[in-house]
């Protein structure tokens, strides 16, 4: 199983564009991208995922080069809501998954 | 979209009680649950995977004996800490995936269980 690295933490003011970028240097080829949200005492809210290039849903956006040892998520005019752990995988089909530590973002007023 | 449901949502026993916490797919089937532990301030940590018709399969360091899980069918898993104490306080969270081999789909959660043990 690849292993994701991080930041540990991140702060952003309301109305700005946050980019959190993942670093998954070993990825395989068969392996997803998927990033999921957490609030405080919640289970992880599933945010978007993709294979390479870019993924764009009504919440999120997710920029995955083409060697895909990365990948970026892209979350556009943050508000105070989106305070929470964002958690970046990977993985393939039915394979459990591993997290990692998980960037704390922290937004302000 | 793939709704998962857990219950209780939180609950407060003594040491030394057995505590039985469910797992449903509430709008589809999965043949494979996930069993996590998270403790405050940290990531979520596998605890098993929990097959349907057959064992669960724990990670390195996980008590098979001290948390029992049964997958009887294709929506409900259960963990069941046994003779739990103080230290199995923490917050217990499981994940489902749709669909069957193939077709990668994302796990989702439930919204965890709060379990505290005086």
């Known amino acids: 199983l690849a292993k994701t690295t991080q930041p540990i933490s991140m702060d952003s003011y309301e109305g700005q564009e946050v980019n959190i970028t993942c670093s998954h240097n070993n990825i395989a080829t068969n392996d997803y991208i998927t990033w999921y949200q957490q609030f405080p005492s919640q289970g992880p809210r599933f945010i978007i995922q993709?294979?390479?290039t870019k993924v764009t849903n009504e919440v999120a956006s997710l920029f995955i080069p083409a060697d895909r040892k990365s990948s970026t998520l892209s979350l556009p005019r943050v508000s105070l809501s989106d305070t929470a752990v964002y958690y970046c995988l990977v993985g393939e089909g039915t394979d459990k998954l591993i997290f990692g530590t998980g960037t704390r973002l922290q937004v302000f007023p | 979209g793939a709704v998962v449901s857990q219950h209780p949502s939180w609950v407060i026993c003594k040491s030394g009680t057995s505590v039985k916490i469910e797992c449903r797919s509430l709008?589809?089937?999965?043949?494979?649950m996930f069993w996590y532990r998270q403790f405050p301030k940290q990531s979520l940590m596998l605890m098993a995977t929990s097959n349907e018709g057959s064992k669960a399969t724990y990670e390195q360091g996980v008590e098979k004996d001290k948390f029992l899980i049964n997958h009887a069918s294709l929506t409900l898993s259960t963990l069941t800490v046994t003779s739990a104490h103080p230290e199995d306080s923490s917050f217990y969270i499981c994940s489902a995936r749709e669909g069957t081999g193939g077709r990668y789909e994302p796990q989702h959660f439930g919204d965890g269980t709060r379990l505290s043990i005086l």
């Open positions: 709008d589809f089937q999965a043949t494979t």
């Open positions: 993709g294979y390479k």
